[in-house]
């Protein structure tokens, strides 16, 4: 078992900036890629962005490439999304999650936080 906790999310106005954190403890840490998703009121979860064990390799979605930077440190068993140039859009509760790499589909995700709400008000 993992268990992955977030934090850092909150209500932050469009064009500002917030970083996320996601803290795993239980089984290592780096023995899993790791992603991030989000789900809005009314929508599916999708997918943000994803790395791999080590982290040298990250995938991202085409709505948040550029804006967001997914990293991790395995000294600290966490992971982190750098959310820049936020826009409403962006506003939907914010999960991490552990994996295998490369996947982007939710439900091949292994283990999942309790989520993060993140708000982006114009």
């Known amino acids: 078992q993992v268990q992955l906790v977030e934090s850092g999310g909150g209500l932050v106005q469009a064009g500002g900036s917030l970083r996320l954190s996601c803290a795993a403890s239980?089984?290592?840490?780096?023995?899993?890629?790791m992603g991030w998703f989000r789900q809005a009121p009314g929508k599916e979860r999708e997918f943000v962005a994803t790395?791999?064990?080590?982290?040298?390799?990250?995938r991202y979605a085409d709505s948040v490439k550029v804006r967001f930077t997914i990293s991790r440190d395995n000294t600290k068993n966490t992971v982190y999304l750098e959310m820049n140039s936020l826009e409403r859009e962006d506003t939907a509760v914010y999960y991490c999650?552990?994996?295998?790499?490369?996947?982007?589909?939710?439900?091949?995700?292994?283990?999942w936080g309790q989520g993060t709400q993140v708000t982006v008000s114009s």
């Open positions: 239980g089984r290592t840490f780096s023995n899993y890629a």
């Open positions: 999650a552990a994996g295998e790499w490369g996947v982007t589909t939710p439900s091949l995700y292994l283990y």
């Open positions: 790395i791999n064990r080590s982290g040298s390799s990250t």
